[in-house]
């Protein structure tokens, strides 16, 4: 069965600072994609980032960066220089094209962020 | 702004009564989505609608019902509420319903806060 761990329920730093959100998944296939979707106090969900499993590389996008990791089944997201804009709920997501779930979107429970000035 | 557009923003009703909530997908985007967001399941996938046609179903109980229209829009029905139906309902759209092998972005509207009194 797939599944997405977001170990860390709540986290606090202070504004610049680095922290890093971690994702750990499971699944048994060998094809299969990973998110990072953001909400804000708003409530909307904001797409961050989608990766293939087969596609290791690390990716940057601005202050924003994305480990993944195969070998332990991690895709951790890193905010450098943290900004109060950054506070919200931040969703790691699992899709699985092969299994029952045909793309649909299985999420953690969220690591909320709270970054003060 | 996703582009996918919801409505209402809020409903408050009361148990036992039947909503309706809409959803129109981005531009072009042909597959349609339902999420459950609540304190204690978290994120759910409810059910995918594709050019019209359900493509699969997740945990969406008897009472709820969708459908997609001729134009791409969505409805989600939900009858006989009960105090624990109380969520953000989110509707998502993507280009492609999602097949083997691969998986498209999935874009989120605002949601829907259900309130059942």
């Known amino acids: 069965a797939q599944k997405v761990t977001q170990a860390q329920t709540e986290i606090s730093v202070v504004e610049k600072e680095d922290v890093t959100l971690d994702c750990v998944y499971e699944t048994r296939d060998t094809t299969y994609y990973l998110f990072w979707y953001k909400q804000p106090p708003s409530g909307e969900l904001v797409f961050l980032i989608r990766r293939n499993s087969f596609d290791e590389q690390n990716e940057i996008s601005g202050r924003y960066s994305w480990n993944f990791q195969k070998s332990t089944s991690s895709f951790n997201f890193t905010i450098t220089a943290s900004q109060v804009v950054d506070s919200a709920v931040y969703f790691c997501a699992l899709s699985d094209p092969y299994g029952g779930s045909q793309g649909n979107l299985i999420f953690g429970k969220g690591t909320k962020l709270s970054v003060k000035p | 702004d996703s582009g996918v557009t919801q409505t209402p923003k809020h409903l408050i009703t009361a148990t036992g009564q039947r909503v309706t909530l809409r959803c129109s997908p981005r531009s072009g985007d042909l597959s349609v989505y339902w999420y459950q967001q609540s304190l204690d399941q978290g994120l759910q996938f409810l059910i995918q609608y594709y050019n019209g046609e359900e493509r699969a179903k997740g945990n969406i109980l008897e009472r709820f019902s969708a459908q997609q229209f001729p134009d791409l829009h969505s409805e989600l029905n939900l009858s006989s509420l009960e105090l624990g139906d109380s969520a953000l309902y989110f509707c998502?759209?993507?280009?492609?319903?999602?097949?083997?092998?691969?998986?498209?972005?999935?874009?989120f509207g605002p949601g829907t806060r259900l309130t059942v009194l």
């Open positions: 998502a759209s993507s280009p492609s319903p999602g097949t083997s092998g691969y998986t498209d972005t999935q874009y």
